[in-house]
């Protein structure tokens, strides 16, 4: 596991954005952990996040000019991983949607840079895939092309058939989706983390049930 991702891992456990103990996702499965990125709320804490992010999407060496946040949380997101990405000297534009259109002053639903060239997706996770696909409606229909996906956490589970939720937005769209960590590095940082030990159990048998192998 290289040193961001643990670190990105130990970073949401002390924000108390990772928790664990009894949930239920939103397919209704009984998880023994939690991934809430909108307690990702004061400036020190989105700070740290962008920079995560700006490092997988380097360390991915995907191709893109800009970046692209849906409404509501990748708006936030965009924002703050460009200017990660300003400061190791990558300076691309950046646009979100509105979830309703504007009938006044620009108008439309669409705010920030033209919608050009190859266009980075970025969101928290991926669940059913629905704002992806709204992302891309709107990137192909501006006459650009999505370049791929950056999340913050891979969940590793089974979406609607045999495939992640992750898995599915890849084959689907024909794109690459990064993570800055998966539920296989989560599986490693508490096997290293002897306060937390009682929880590998859990995830673990989590992970066989409802997980699917990584691409």
């Known amino acids: ?27 209704g499965r009984p998880s023994p952990y ?18 995560f992010y700006a490092q997988s999407i380097d360390a991915s060496g995907i191709g893109f000019d800009m970046m692209f ?8 997101l965009a924002g703050g991983v460009t200017m990660a990405l300003a400061e190791r000297g990558r300076d691309v534009p950046f646009a979100y949607n509105r979830k309703e259109a504007k ?3 620009e108008g439309g639903v669409l705010v920030g840079a ?20 709204e992302s891309v409606e709107l990137i192909r ?21 045999t495939l992640s939720a992750t898995q599915e937005v890849a084959e689907q769209f024909g794109i690459p989706v990064v993570a800055i960590a998966t539920l296989d590095d989560l599986l490693g940082y508490l096997a290293g983390a002897p306060e937390l030990e ?11 049930q409802y997980g699917v192998a990584a691409s």
Do not use: C
């Open 1 to 27: 596991m290289s040193d961001f991702r643990q670190d990105f891992i130990r970073f949401a456990v002390d924000e108390q954005v990772l928790r664990f103990g009894e949930f239920v996702t939103k397919a």
């Open 34 to 51: 939690f991934f809430n990125a909108g307690l990702f709320n004061h400036g020190a804490s989105l700070l740290a996040l962008s920079r």
């Open 69 to 76: 946040g849906p409404a509501y949380k990748g708006i936030v």
């Open 103 to 105: 009938d006044h002053g």
């Open 114 to 133: 033209p919608l050009r060239g190859r266009v980075l997706v970025i969101d928290d996770v991926i669940s059913a895939g629905t704002s992806v696909r």
């Open 141 to 161: 229909a501006a006459g650009a092309e999505p370049a791929g996906v950056a999340i913050a956490l891979d969940r590793m589970e089974r979406g609607q058939g």
């Open 198 to 208: 009682q929880n590998l159990q859990r995830v673990q048998a989590y992970r066989q």
